[in-house]
């Protein structure tokens, strides 16, 4: 772990001191989804309600630059240049190197379809079952921890291979007990839940972007 990844960790534990008690796991969740992107593997996430909306904005942190810039390979560089030198040299300046996240929230045709044909519960089993692969990681968001939806997916993120990181709320649930690891965040109400995993993932985001783009990489 480079200086910079420790110092996003510091950082947040100073901020928010009543995350302390998640350190540990919140450690070992960032290991695993390097690990899984040091393996050419993929995240991909679901929640519902607020959680959906926090899948969004996580996707959203990792595919683009969160704080660090993130030029792309010069090999890149030079094939978009021989293809259209002056459109080439555009985009050589302004893509960014993503981390690769799926929201499972976003492919509204397919997940309205999906339970309007089948079931509401396999929505985001489908989706696993079609996007994902051994050696991703599987974020699942449920404050309640007891999601169906969310729950069913870990069932197929299990029988694939696919590690699983919790995010949830601090009482035990159906999906602490089915997760490679599970960050509790010290809070029972919905909200306030909410309002720590937000610290919680952020603070995921910044130590994968250190990790990868930092200066010292």
Known sequence: MNSSVKEAFIDTMKRYPQLKVCAEDMLYAFKMIKDSYDN??????????????????????????????????????????????????????????PLYAVPLTSHVALTTAY????????????????YGKKGDVFLAISTSGN????????????????KIVGLTGSKDSKLS?????????????????????????????????????GEDK
């Not at 926090?54 to 293809?83: C, Q, V, W, Y």
């Not at 999601?147 to 696919?162: F, H, P, Q, T």
């Open 40 to 97: 050419d593997g993929k995240l991909l996430i679901a929640g519902n309600g607020g959680s959906a909306a926090d899948s969004e904005h996580i996707a959203g942190e990792l595919m683009k630059r969160f704080k660090s810039k993130r030029p792309i390979d010069e090999d890149l560089k030079n094939k978009l240049t021989e293809i259209d030198k002056e459109i080439g040299e555009q985009l050589s300046d302004s893509l960014e190197k």
């Open 115 to 130: 339970m309007n044909d089948v079931n509401a519960e396999g929505v985001f089993a489908q989706q696993l079952l079609g």
């Open 147 to 162: 999601s169906k939806n969310i729950y069913y997916a870990c069932v197929v993120a299990k029988a694939l291979g696919i």
């Open 177 to 213: 007990g089915i997760a490679d690891v599970c960050i509790k965040v010290p809070e029972t109400e919905t909200y306030k839940i909410q309002e720590l995993h937000l610290p919680v993932y952020h603070c995921l985001c910044l130590m994968l972007e250190n990790n990868y783009f």
